[in-house]
């Protein structure tokens, strides 16, 4: 992927939503600079730029250096907050007030974050939290509470959330 497929690479996704898109593209240019080393001295001012406008003014914290796979949806984008560690696949929806994060031990130290695979719909504010992973072809509701994995093919609601299968796939 050259670096124009690169950073646009969630546009036709986001048709329509130029908020998404202006937050997807500038967390693409981030994560390009980030992910190479040459790029990410050169791009250090950028990246400080992405931090200030995305996380402060948009309140959408998308570390640069997060790994998440081609054609992102973003809706409504605010109060989306992950951590770094955070894996995301392909063709996956994010919605406002969302935090997709990790837990605090008593000895100080964190656990893992969500891995999310491919084609996986996240409601709005909703939580994943913890070392667990959500299999392809998820939904998740939106205000749903999410502490352990998610089988493929499933919808998961409510607080803790509770899977079933999916009827439609
Ligand atoms: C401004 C905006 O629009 S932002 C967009 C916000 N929208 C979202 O975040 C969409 C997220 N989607 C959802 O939460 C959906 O309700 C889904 C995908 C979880 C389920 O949708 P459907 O398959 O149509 O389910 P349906 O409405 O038939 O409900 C099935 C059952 O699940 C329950 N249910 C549905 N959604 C939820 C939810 N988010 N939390 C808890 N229970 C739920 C229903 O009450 C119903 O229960 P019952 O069988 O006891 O009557
Ligand atoms: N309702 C659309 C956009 O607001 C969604 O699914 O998020």
Known sequence: MNFFEFIFQDWSVNRGNIKGRLILLLFRIANFCSTRKIYYYIGFPYLLFYRILVEWFFSVEIPW?????????????????????????ENCTLRQSTTIGNKQARDGGFSGSPVIGNHVDIGSNVCLIGDIVVGDDVII?????????????????????????????
């Open 65 to 89: 250096n997060t790994r998440i796979g081609k054609n992102l949806s973003l809706y409504h984008g605010q109060a989306l907050v992950m951590t770094n560690h955070v894996v995301i696949g």
């Open 141 to 169: 509701g939106c205000g749903a509470v999410v502490v352990k994995s998610v089988s493929a093919c499933c919808i998961v609601t409510g607080n803790p959330g509770v899977e079933r299968r999916r009827k439609d796939i």
